[in-house]
Structure formats: C-alpha cells, structure tokens
C-alpha cells in the first residue's frame, strides 16, 4: 500500500499546490467515508485484528453492503415528512 505525502515546502510550484489541495480533498472523502462505516458497523469499533489481505477485503465489502443498504434499502420515514402518526 503506497500512502502519498504532501508537498511540504515553503514556496511551492503551481502544480504541487494542485495536487496538495487534491490530496486533501481525498483524504476528507476517505475520511467522512470511514466514518459513516464505523458509525453503521461495529466492526470498526475498535482495531482489526486481521491479516492485512483479509482487512482490504473486509473493508471492500463492508463498502459495497453500505452501498447496497443506502441504494435499495431506503426507509420511507423522514422526519420531514406528513405523515405525524409515526407510521413508516
């Protein structure tokens, strides 16, 4: 697994700015993603203790099932709604 630093110096060029505000733009979705997974399944309570192979496969099937639940599974109750007997 490769982890991508940022460019660290004072006077930075044009595309090393970019690809800083790039990098940061996509570990805040990572971030916020993992979030919603670890407030949804408990497994990411607290840390694996899995091989890593077994923690990349976890982690991709726990993306598609949350995928799956948010596409098909979604309840009809909001608190916006009209319907005030509480019925779903």
Request: charged fraction near 20%; hydrophobic fraction near 45%; include cysteine.
């Amino acid at each position: 697994m490769v982890v991508q630093s940022i460019f660290c110096r004072v006077a930075l060029d044009h595309d090393q700015r970019i690809f800083n505000y790039r990098l940061l733009c996509a570990r805040c979705i990572i971030e916020n993603s993992f979030g919603i997974l670890a407030a949804t399944w408990r497994l990411y309570q607290r840390p694996l203790a899995l091989q890593a192979e077994r923690v990349k496969s976890v982690v991709k099937a726990t993306f598609v099932l949350q995928n799956l639940i948010q596409t098909h599974h979604q309840c009809a109750f909001t608190p916006d709604s009209d319907d005030q007997d509480g019925s779903w």
